[in-house]
C-alpha cells in the first residue's frame, strides 16, 4: 500500500523569496517519488523525480527536493520564487520496481506568488 | 512531438448522453490510465492498463468502461453520462526500464461538463 500526504492546500510567496512545499508517504516498498506542476488550464509536467538514486534531486525551473527515509518526506523547493511559479504542485508516490507502476497522487498544494 | 494525445477537448453532454473519450501514445509504453480531476480531491485514477489485453479498475471506476484497443491506445466510454461525472479527465502512460518508473506522461486532459 502506498499513500501521499501534502498536509498544505495552499502556500503563498512573495516574488524572490524561498518556496517550500511538504510533502510526506507512505510505502511498503522501495518508492519512486515525483512531484508534478499543472499551471492553469494546462496538463501535469514532471518537474522531477527520485528512484533510489541520490537523495537530492534537482528538477527543471530551480526546483529540487530531497529524499529523506527517516522522515518518509520529499518536500520541494526553490531558492528565489517567481511569478509563473503560481500553480498547482502534485507530490506522487509509486513502486520503484514492476511494470504495473500505478501512481498514487497527493491532493495538491497551489502556489500563489505575490508580486 | 512523442506524447499522449487526448481527444476531444471539450465537450458538453446532457444527461442519459454515451461518449467516448480517445487517447493514444507514441512512447512505446506498456501501461496507460485515465484518471480524473476534481478541485480539492486531486487526480483519481479511474481505470488502467497494465499492458496490451488487459484492463483494471482503480479507485472510482463506476459509470465509466475502457478499452485497450492496442498497445498505443485506451479509450475511455460513459455509457450513459450523470452530472457527477462532471470533471477534467486525463489520459497517461508510463514505462518502465533499468532507472525503475519513468514516471506518467500525460494527455493535456478533456473537459467534460455534464448538463
Known amino acids: 500500500a502506498q499513500s501521499v500526504t501534502q498536509l498544505d492546500s495552499h502556500v503563498s510567496v512573495s516574488e524572490g523569496t524561498p518556496v517550500l512545499l511538504r510533502c510526506n508517504y507512505s510505502?511498503?516498498?522501495?518508492?519512486?517519488l515525483f512531484w508534478y506542476v499543472q499551471h492553469p488550464n494546462k496538463g501535469l509536467q514532471l518537474l522531477l523525480k527520485y528512484t533510489s538514486a541520490a537523495t537530492l534531486v534537482k528538477g527543471i525551473n530551480g526546483f529540487e527536493a530531497e529524499f529523506k527515509k527517516s522522515e518518509t518526506s520529499f518536500h520541494l523547493t526553490k531558492p528565489s520564487a517567481h511569478m509563473s511559479d503560481a500553480a498547482e504542485y502534485f507530490c506522487v508516490v509509486s513502486r520503484y520496481t514492476g511494470a504495473n507502476s500505478k501512481l498514487t497522487f497527493g491532493k495538491g498544494i497551489t502556489l500563489s506568488v505575490r508580486p | 512531438n512523442a506524447g499522449v494525445t487526448q481527444t476531444p477537448k471539450f465537450q458538453v453532454l446532457k444527461t442519459g448522453q454515451s461518449m467516448t473519450l480517445q487517447c493514444a501514445q507514441d512512447m512505446n509504453h506498456n501501461s496507460m490510465y485515465w484518471y480524473r480531476q476534481d478541485p480539492g480531491m486531486g487526480l483519481r485514477l479511474i481505470y488502467y492498463?497494465?499492458?496490451?489485453?488487459?484492463?483494471d479498475k482503480g479507485e472510482v471506476p463506476n459509470g465509466y468502461n475502457v478499452s485497450r484497443l492496442n498497445k498505443r491506445e485506451f479509450s475511455l466510454r460513459l455509457e450513459s453520462a450523470a452530472p457527477s461525472q462532471t470533471s477534467v479527465y486525463f489520459c497517461?502512460?508510463?514505462?518502465?526500464?533499468?532507472?525503475?518508473?519513468?514516471?506518467?506522461?500525460f494527455g493535456s486532459g478533456t473537459r467534460l461538463t455534464v448538463v
Open positions: 497517461a502512460s508510463s514505462g518502465y526500464g533499468t532507472g525503475g518508473v519513468s514516471g506518467y506522461t
Open positions: 492498463s497494465a499492458s496490451e489485453g488487459t484492463t
Open positions: 510505502s511498503s516498498y522501495s518508492p519512486s
